[in-house]
């Protein structure tokens, strides 16, 4: 019986495995295609300031940063964020085949190069150049921006954290041990690092020689000398922890010293999760993302300010009106868009609870006592008189509010006092404090959200900014940040949201929603 040799079936079915595509073989995508449409768009934006960033000396690129650029982004588009997939699929992906333009594929290495951070300006500059075109074309508008913000979580390892409270405790008590040693070894005047440096150098006598290793065999001058030295080492490291922490943070990763570590979602217990992450901002326009930034302040209040003032920065304009939830009521922020304009749509924090009958019951409210403004002076349940006997001034990042104190003369036999104070103390009288220019502007906020615009804008809140949380994060599955330091995330960031803003083109594009900025209620459609 004839048997088929080996050489001779590997030769067969070679024959018939190998498929062989001629060279000159053009690869056809239709225009509706999204890597059609997002390379047509990209091919519209200037790229001088990312070729500025490579230099032309040494080993050239395997691939143009423009190529490189829009595999990036393409990559985003189809959820590819490691540098080994996108290798793989410039590979085997016809579309990212097509992207290459005939160019060498890029290694993993190379990908990773290019999202390292240095081209962060140039590749935030494309950002805003297609924000910008998205204007030309009537995309977007001017009118509103709908601002929210999410925790995202760091590549930093949650056990690798300091909190100021115990780097303070611990530099107190070096501080304190680093005091008895100067004054019992001869030490003058104030204790600073440098002369504690100076008296540890003076206790080597000359030509002494430091011993290694540990036991008896050290001298005792050198046993003093690496004590003090190891509370000199101590004290610098916990004087640079707090210079990192600056004024605002309360915490600091060793192994990604810009994130911030804040509580997350809560696990199976019911416990909030505390790990390193990033506070992202995000403003979207008309379904798109127009601005992004990270924070490392946990509070969204304290990032309001910059935000608008980055936006208007890098876009040459600002919107307005300006909508966001209850996280970023402030008398700081409603003050600041009171001075440049701009119509104030932020939920106050009492929005709902107002509503509700506890809330109206609460006495010792002063939103539910009767102001007398010929008196200056508010009327409690018990038809008592709190007026008005001092005030203060307080300034906060740069911002000055006043506030009023309202005593009540006596209340001593109140009839409603147990439902008013808790306060044991019978010579208690109840006091409030009142900021004028915070329940001006409260008030005015919540006027604004009672209007049919105010409620069209609230609804589109919901829809746009939180949607695009919600495609980014659990759509495309970007939970946590692949890169350390603030300036690689915010390249990542950057990459992202282009990727969002062109699929949602795309999708328009397919839909023949272009031009469209609202969703408008189920109510007007029927008017």
Request: hydrophobic share 30%.
């Amino acid at each position: 019986m004839n048997q088929t040799q080996q050489k001779e079936y590997s030769r067969k079915a070679a024959q018939y495995q190998q498929l062989a595509l001629p060279i000159t073989q053009n690869i056809e995508i239709a225009e509706d295609e999204p890597v059609f449409v997002a390379n047509a768009q990209l091919e519209e934006l200037d790229y001088r300031k990312l070729y500025k960033a490579y230099s032309p000396k040494g080993r050239k690129s395997a691939a143009e940063p423009r190529i490189m650029f829009k595999l990036l982004v393409y990559g985003y588009m189809c959820g590819i964020y490691s540098t080994r997939k996108l290798e793989q699929a410039c590979r085997k992906n016809i579309d990212f085949i097509w992207l290459l333009q005939g160019e060498r594929v890029p290694d993993h290495t190379s990908f990773a190069r290019f999202r390292s951070g240095k081209a962060k300006d140039a590749i935030e500059d494309l950002f805003y150049q297609f924000v910008r075109r998205l204007w030309e074309e009537e995309e977007i508008e001017y009118e509103e921006v709908f601002i929210d913000g999410t925790r995202m979580e760091s590549m930093a390892n949650r056990y690798t954290f300091v909190w100021r409270k115990s780097v303070t405790r611990q530099l107190a008590k070096v501080k304190e041990k680093a005091r008895e040693l100067f004054y019992q070894y001869g030490g003058e005047g104030n204790l600073t690092v440098g002369k504690l440096q100076a008296l540890a150098k003076s206790l080597v006598p000359e030509g002494g020689e430091m011993v290694h290793g540990t036991g008896r065999r050290k001298p005792f001058w050198q046993r003093q000398y690496e004590e003090i030295d190891r509370l000199v080492v101590r004290w610098k490291k916990y004087e640079r922890q707090l210079f990192e922490m600056g004024c605002h943070r309360n915490s600091l990763s060793k192994t990604d010293k810009d994130a911030t570590f804040m509580r997350m979602k809560e696990d199976h217990m019911g416990n909030g999760q505390l790990k390193p992450a990033y506070n992202v901002q995000l403003a979207v326009n008309s379904e798109y993302i127009t601005g992004v930034a990270a924070f490392s302040n946990c509070t969204d209040s304290g990032t309001l300010i910059p935000f608008l003032n980055h936006i208007q920065r890098m876009q040459g304009r600002s919107y307005r009106d300006i909508v966001a939830d209850a996280g970023y009521e402030s008398v700081g922020n409603y003050l600041y868009l009171a001075s440049r304009g701009q119509n104030c749509y932020i939920k106050p924090t009492n929005y709902q609870t107002r509503k509700t009958r506890k809330y109206c019951e609460q006495l010792w409210r002063a939103e539910n006592m009767r102001y007398l403004e010929d008196e200056d002076c508010f009327v409690c349940a018990a038809g008592r008189k709190l007026r008005f006997y001092r005030s203060c001034s307080q300034e906060s990042n740069g911002v000055v509010t006043t506030y009023n104190y309202y005593q009540c003369d006596q209340c001593t036999g109140c009839p409603v006092r147990k439902q008013c104070t808790k306060s044991q103390n019978p010579d208690f009288r109840k006091e409030v404090k009142i900021c004028e220019e915070f329940a001006q502007h409260r008030a005015q906020a919540h006027e604004n959200l009672l209007t049919e615009r105010g409620v069209l804008l609230r609804m589109n809140r919901s829809i746009q900014v939180e949607g695009a949380f919600g495609v980014l994060k659990s759509d495309r599955q970007f939970k946590r940040f692949l890169m350390r330091g603030k300036t690689n995330i915010s390249l990542e960031l950057f990459l992202l949201c282009l990727a969002f803003d062109l699929d949602k083109y795309c999708s328009k594009l397919r839909q023949d929603r272009r031009k469209t900025h609202l969703f408008r209620s189920k109510k007007s459609r029927y008017l």
